[in-house]
């Protein structure tokens, strides 16, 4: 059997959006590469941008606020004051 390298086929469909929704190894993060250092206000920026798109799907999808939300609400309560 041959190794190395990843199968024929294997992966996420082109256009899958799962690693910047979830983080994992995502080298892009809402269109802002990670490895670019970023100011104060882009940092805040981003972390309402994710917390408002994860409460605009929940809301949209199971009519509550899910863990997922909370979970990020929580992480981003000290960046600034919700």
């Known amino acids: 059997m041959a190794r190395g390298g990843k199968r024929v086929g294997a992966g996420a469909p082109k256009g899958n959006r799962n690693a910047l929704k ?11 590469p990670l490895d670019k250092t ?30 997922c939300f909370w979970g990020y609400y929580h992480r981003y309560k000290g960046v600034f004051k919700i």
């Open 22 to 32: 979830h983080g994992g190894r995502a080298k892009v993060h809402y269109g802002v």
């Open 38 to 67: 970023l100011s104060s206000f882009e940092y805040r920026a981003l972390c309402l941008e994710q917390l408002d798109s994860v409460k605009e799907f929940d809301l949209l999808n199971n009519h509550r606020l899910t863990d």
